[in-house]
């Protein structure tokens, strides 16, 4: 079974634009995280933000958590065709709990 | 190397036989997960190895999928009878573990299983 769920599903954007990727998920969570996956294969870590943080910043990533909406949003800003790729949020209750994660927004950054 | 390995990259089977997929995560972490993505799909959670505590493994989805951890290190994902249904990349990632969460995840680049 899958916690989260991203919109949208895929996201078609011009190199420079920002892309905003959103994930919801369903029971209260101690950890968010979002992914970045190329070529179907590994996932790479790219930002975490706890439950009791609103927003965290890294380079070009932005990531927003709303626990009253149970949401979190991902915002890469003057993308580039490098950000081409799928991103994943994934989700823990603490406590050594499983991680699991959304299904995916696949991002195009055209050149 | 220092990442998570995990052979064989890729894997062609013949449906009704087993297959076993290995996965060595980072030294030292006492995390360990198996996750199963089929074509164009999200992550799908199948187990979770914890430290010395009983796995987590709500995920399986049938008990023709089995998976263990020898000496907290390697671990195998094992498939009886395969059917054309678990053609997907399955994916190991581990983790530290520490400070009561899972924290960061560390992939390794998946082993692709095709069924005939």
């Known amino acids: 079974s899958q916690q989260g769920e991203e919109d949208p599903q895929a996201l078609s954007i011009q190199e420079g634009e920002n892309a905003t990727m959103n994930c919801s998920y369903k029971t209260s969570i101690n950890n968010l995280q979002w992914y970045r996956q190329n070529s179907g294969r590994g996932l790479v870590h790219l930002i975490l933000?706890?439950?009791?943080?609103r927003e965290k910043h890294s380079g070009r990533l932005r990531v927003t958590l709303d626990t009253s909406k149970k949401s979190s949003s991902l915002l890469i800003t003057a993308s580039r065709a490098a950000d081409t790729a799928s991103y994943f949020c994934?989700?823990?209750?603490?406590?050594?709990?499983?991680?699991?994660f959304g299904t995916g927004t696949k991002l195009q950054v055209i050149p | 190397g220092a990442g998570v390995s995990q052979s064989p990259s890729n894997k062609v089977t013949e449906k009704g036989k087993d297959v076993e997929l290995r996965c060595d995560p980072i030294?030292?972490?006492?995390?360990l997960y198996w996750y199963r993505q089929s074509l164009g799909q999200g992550l799908e959670f199948l187990i979770y190895?914890?430290?010395?505590?009983?796995?987590?493994k709500s995920g399986l989805p049938s008990d023709r999928f089995s998976a263990e951890r020898t000496g907290g290190s390697v671990s195998t994902l094992t498939i009886q009878r395969t059917q054309q249904e678990d053609s997907a990349v399955y994916l190991c990632?581990?983790?530290?573990?520490?400070?009561?969460?899972?924290?960061?995840?560390?992939f390794g680049e998946g082993s692709r299983l095709t069924v005939l």
């Open positions: 994934a989700t823990d209750k603490g406590g050594y709990q499983k991680v699991t």
């Open positions: 990632a581990s983790s530290l573990g520490t400070s009561g969460y899972s924290g960061e995840l560390f």
């Open positions: 030294s030292g972490h006492t995390a």
């Open positions: 933000i706890r439950s009791n943080e």
């Open positions: 190895f914890q430290g010395n505590s009983a796995p987590d």
